[in-house]
């Protein structure tokens, strides 16, 4: 939808990358790791969304004439500028599945390229992954709560502005099953989805004229919003006469909608008075600042509910409002690369990594992934990363490799992968995880671990240069 070109990035990532080249760095091999260190919505884990968007975005990331117009009126050295002109994006990336379980520390994506494209790409890779992945774990936390019932987003209008494009793409993935986005529906191929506003029934001078038109002239897709008067009072009573007449024309209303009050009270009296006039098909959807806890609500109560249509709370990702995933470099010319930080939780990862997930003899999971340097083959001991005094051998177990080769050399290594396929990966990969790591509150902790050898190259990197900095 909208036009990414290289300019889609903060200037300290241009203003670097003139350095690096006018002191020749632009040569340089550069590998950056992608990775969150808290889990959003204090969960048990993360689904990792946008790698699809990035690749794409990827394929043609180059700046254009304006752009570079636009970078020589800023003042930035014309030879440089000249270099830009050929700039294309050639690097690599060894990546998690789109969909797949994540967990803070372990990266999820490494970019390797030369300095000035692995720096440039930064911006563009945090602001899509960390946006797309928050969305998708929020969208999963509320289809779990809302079991079989059909999730509807609705949430375009009140989202961080156009974020709710990509928002829209996420919450599919994480378990929603339409949009009212149609801009996003037709893009993403996502269903799209929806009913009527108040607006609609106030414009009539009645309620049930505004029902028999909508539903004239939406004969298979009909659904009333049943409350801008009097939900029991006037809007089910309507409900029912205009289903009724689809019914003796060989229609059927879809459904009617609750967007106010006592959602479970008022659906369990709409449900009864539907299935006593013959309306049984007739399907329920509420709405109304939904969540998970919400909805998790309403289905302990046994509100007879088909359909959550979920917006603000969903794609504003609230109450996070943001994944803080980290771009972080981990090895350039020729050397690996820490970044030292009072707080050891912020202590960076050198070199070329792979992460493997760790299972049993029967292939469940075993509750870990272990980060090791990317030749390592065997993953089955690992260590506390910041606890010199932990570590775990896994006896009888098999690791799975979790990081892919996705683009080489700038191009993608796989036809692109359809929403649904990715929805479907994702729910396979989260039901493999127990529920301890599903519940909202106090989640099992899921490891994760470094191989010897990682650890040993870290502490010796992060002795290194505390020495020569002391
Ligand atoms: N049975 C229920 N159990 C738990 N939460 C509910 C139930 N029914 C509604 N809610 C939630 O309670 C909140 C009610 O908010 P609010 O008081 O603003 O709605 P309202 O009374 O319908 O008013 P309005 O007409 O302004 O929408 C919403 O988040 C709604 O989803
Ligand atoms: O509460 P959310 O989860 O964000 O879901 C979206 C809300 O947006 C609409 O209300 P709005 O008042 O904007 O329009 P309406 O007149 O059509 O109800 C809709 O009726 C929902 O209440
Ligand atoms: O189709 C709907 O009912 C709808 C769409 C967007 C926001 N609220 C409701």
Redesign the pocket.
């Known amino acids: 939808m909208q036009n990414f070109t290289a300019t889609y990035t903060d200037l300290y990532q241009i203003s670097m990358a003139q350095v690096y080249f006018q002191k020749g760095k632009h040569k340089h091999k550069a590998i950056f790791d992608y990775f969150f260190r808290k889990l959003p919505f204090e969960g048990g884990y993360a689904i990792f969304a946008g790698l699809e968007t990035v690749l794409e975005i990827l394929e043609d990331f180059q700046f254009s004439t304006s752009d570079l117009d636009y970078l020589k009126d800023q003042g930035l050295d014309p030879e440089f500028i000249e270099y830009l002109k050929d700039f294309k994006f050639q690097g690599t990336l060894t990546s998690s599945r789109e969909g797949d379980i994540v967990f803070p520390t372990r990266p999820v994506l490494q970019v390797e390229g030369n300095m000035v494209e692995a720096q440039l790409v930064e911006t563009l890779l945090l602001n899509i992954l960390n946006f797309q992945t928050l969305i998708a774990t929020k969208a999963s936390r509320i289809r779990k709560s809302a079991g079989d019932a059909m999730l509807i987003d609705?949430g375009m209008?009140r989202a961080q502005g156009t974020g709710s494009y990509h928002a829209s793409r996420a919450a599919f993935i994480g378990g929603f099953e339409a949009t009212?986005n149609v801009a996003a529906g037709k893009d993403f191929n996502i269903p799209i989805s929806?009913?009527?506003a108040h607006s609609f029934v106030q414009s009539y001078d009645d309620e049930v004229t505004a029902f028999r038109d909508f539903a004239l002239s939406h004969p298979n897709t009909t659904v009333l919003l049943i409350d801008t008067y009097d939900t029991l009072k006037s809007g089910l009573h309507n409900a029912i006469k205009v289903g009724k007449e689809m019914e003796s024309r060989g229609e059927s209303l879809k459904g009617i909608?609750l967007d106010s009050g006592d959602l479970s009270y008022l659906a369990k009296k709409c449900r009864k008075a539907l299935d006593e006039a013959g309306l049984d098909e007739v399907k329920i959807a509420a709405?109304n600042q939904l969540d998970e806890y919400v909805i998790k609500s309403l289905k302990e109560q046994k509100g007879p509910i088909d359909v959550f249509?979920v917006?603000t709370n969903l794609v504003i990702g609230d109450p996070d409002a943001a994944l803080d995933g980290v771009y972080k470099l981990a090895f350039a010319n020729g050397k690996p690369r820490i970044k030292l930080s009072e707080n050891l939780a912020k202590l960076t990862m050198p070199h070329k990594k792979q992460v493997y997930r760790i299972r049993n003899a029967k292939g469940e999971l075993a509750g870990a992934d272990t980060v090791t340097l990317r030749e390592e083959t065997e993953a089955l001991h690992m260590n506390h990363p910041f606890d010199q005094s932990k570590s775990i051998t896994f006896s009888n177990c098999s690791s799975e490799a979790l990081l892919h080769p996705v683009m080489e050399n700038g191009k993608r290594l796989y036809a692109p992968k359809t929403l649904i396929e990715i929805k479907t990966y994702s729910r396979k990969r989260l039901a493999e995880f127990t529920e301890e790591f599903q519940r909202f509150q106090n989640p099992h902790i899921y490891k994760i671990g470094l191989s010897d050898q990682l650890l040993e190259e870290r502490d010796q990197l992060r002795n290194h240069y505390k020495n020569i900095n002391s």
């Open positions: 609705f209008r009212s929806g009913t009527m909608r709405s249509g917006g």
